[in-house]
């Protein structure tokens, strides 16, 4: 998997493509998300739009960021999921823990709205 990170005021922007499997980047993700933290970040966007796989460590990973920037008082936003990552956030049940928005775009209009 490749991935870019972008911290501005107080969101953590991730871009992810390829195959999201924990194992392999998951505790590099993880010191991104705790740095970002201890900058005050509030929000994670996390693009997905071009992920084709994602296994259980990788949902795992997901998970923990989500926890982290919930127990800060944040929230995390996947953005723009591919159909085949759609249907494995559906048949997870996933979908009712993860707040999924179409672009950048949205998950900005949502947290103005909260603010």
Do not use: W
Request: proline share 2%; net charge negative.
């Amino acid at each position: 998997m490749n991935y870019t990170h972008n911290l501005s005021n107080d969101r953590l922007i991730l871009n992810f493509s390829g195959d999201l499997i924990g194992e392999n980047n998951g505790p590099e993700l993880i010191e991104i998300v705790n740095d970002a933290l201890s900058s005050d970040a509030k929000y994670c966007l996390i693009n997905i739009s071009d992920v084709r796989y994602i296994n259980s460590s990788g949902i795992g990973v997901l998970i923990t960021i989500l926890t982290k920037f919930r127990n800060k008082g944040g929230e995390l936003y996947l953005v723009n999921p591919s159909e085949h990552v759609k249907k494995l956030l559906i048949i997870t049940k996933l979908q009712a823990i993860f707040n999924i928005v179409k672009s950048e775009k949205e998950a900005e209009d949502t947290i103005s709205k909260t603010n």
